[in-house]
């Protein structure tokens, strides 16, 4: 399903989706790691933006 951009708010941004260049460019700024990075994290823990967080601090 597509992002919708006029609903945007908490549950969005606890949310990494990894479908939008525009969101993976983000959130690889945010969090300082590289887009593969990213894509392992997300296969790990999902897309809660905390649960990688949490990852990324660990490994």
Do not use: F
Request: aromatic share 6%; net charge negative; hydrophobic share 35%.
């Amino acid at each position: 399903m597509a992002d919708d951009k006029k609903h945007v708010g908490a549950p969005d941004r606890d949310r990494i989706s990894l479908s939008e260049d525009y969101e993976i460019r983000d959130w690889t700024e945010a969090l300082g790691v590289s887009e593969a990075q990213l894509r392992e994290a997300v296969d790990a823990v999902g897309n809660s933006a905390g649960k990688v967080r949490e990852y990324l601090k660990l490994g």
